[in-house]
């Protein structure tokens, strides 16, 4: 069973930054983040496959900046997060997925099997 374990999210002030980050147990060749504001769907924010494609929502297109590290047959998913504002608020998921089809089709949750448990984003104004 592969386990994603996701870190890095807290409170920060309008402009400021954060790091996500995200352990998987087993290699996984796509990988991404989305989020969930209250009230409000799940949302893709980025994502990234094997050959280094990366993939990003409009709404943070130029600030936020999706990584992976591969080792050992693990991988760590990065998501740097910059200039942030309350808009950005929300619970942020790491997901992933072995077919190659989760970053080539369309950017939905449904593409993706594997999910973390979440950790929390609150940005202030």
């Known amino acids: 069973q592969v386990q994603l374990v996701e870190s890095g999210g807290g409170s920060v002030q309008a402009g400021g930054s954060l790091r996500l980050s995200c352990a998987a147990s087993?290699?996984?060749?796509?990988m991404a983040w989305f989020r969930q504001a209250p009230g409000k769907e799940r949302e893709g924010v980025a994502r990234?496959?094997?050959?280094?494609?990366?993939?990003?929502a409009d709404s943070v297109k130029g600030r936020f900046t999706i990584s992976i590290s591969r080792d050992d047959a693990k991988n760590t998913l990065y998501l740097q997060m910059d200039s942030l504002g309350p808009e950005d608020t929300a619970m942020y998921y790491c997901?992933?997925?072995?077919?190659?089809?989760?970053?080539?089709?369309?950017?939905?949750?449904?593409?993706?099997?594997?999910w973390g448990q979440g950790t929390q984003v609150i940005v202030s104004s």
């Open positions: 087993d290699y996984m060749y796509c």
């Open positions: 990234i496959g094997g050959g280094g494609f990366t993939n990003y």
């Open positions: 997901a992933a997925a072995r077919l190659t089809s989760a970053c080539t089709a369309v950017f939905a949750q449904e593409n993706f099997g594997y």
